[in-house]
């Protein structure tokens, strides 16, 4: 079944580590995004790419870096994660121009 | 950068009635738009997407568009107590899709 997936689902992380959270998609689309999401907020775009070897930046500045080896992978990192990073992050994918597609979020918590 | 602007709620309406749900954007030039609902907790998923003037209809839900006047709505017709949920609004702008806050919105039984 076509679909798209982020783990882990939940993680909590201390100060100063650095995290990779993972986003895979089996819909074979070109576009992908990482939206940063705050309980009861609106979302906010901070990556995405149109295919391989392709990243830009969104609308949200972000520590965070993210790369496309592969078509159907997304990974975001932190280098260091610090509190304010807590937040839920959401992968999504998409043909081009047309709707996206959510994986479930990755809810982060730093302490 | 386009904006998109929705009441934050929250919409309160008994069950079985009518939910209207607005959106206006800033940008005449948009071209698509889309209608996602999100359970708290939960990421959004697609409920309608409307390209052209006029209404779309899919079950008990209906999405406007009216280009001129630059907004979008959602009807949800027979409003059950699962349809409480955060509505949002999206466009699509150079590719990406842009969001509104989203509106909040309860359906009593």
């Known amino acids: 079944e076509a679909d798209i997936y982020q783990t882990p689902r939940y993680l909590v992380i201390g100060t100063g580590k650095k995290i990779t959270l993972e986003c895979s998609q089996t819909?074979?689309?070109?576009?992908m995004y990482w939206y940063q999401q705050d309980p009861g907020m609106e979302l906010h775009l901070i990556h995405y790419s149109y295919g391989v070897n392709s990243t830009e930046k969104g609308d949200l500045s972000s520590e965070s870096t993210v790369s496309r080896i592969r078509t159907e992978h997304f990974p975001l990192t932190l280098e260091s994660a610090r509190p304010s990073h807590t937040s839920q992050y959401l992968c999504a994918s998409s043909e081009l121009g047309l709707e996206a597609f959510f994986g479930q979020g990755t809810r982060l918590t730093v302490v | 950068q386009k904006e998109v602007e929705q009441n934050s709620g929250p919409l309160s309406v008994p069950e079985g009635a009518i939910a209207s749900l607005n959106c206006t954007y800033s940008d005449r030039g948009s071209q698509s738009f889309f209608w996602y609902r999100q359970y708290s907790g939960k990421s959004p998923e697609l409920i309608m997407f409307i390209y052209s003037n006029g209404d779309k209809e899919d079950g008990r839900f209906t999405a406007q568009l009216n280009k001129a006047s630059q907004y979008v709505s959602l009807l949800i017709r027979d409003s059950q107590p699962s349809d409480s949920a955060t509505y949002l609004c999206a466009l699509l702008d150079q590719g990406n899709l842009i969001f509104g806050k989203g509106t909040k919105l309860s359906v009593k039984p």
């Open positions: 819909m074979g689309h070109d576009k």
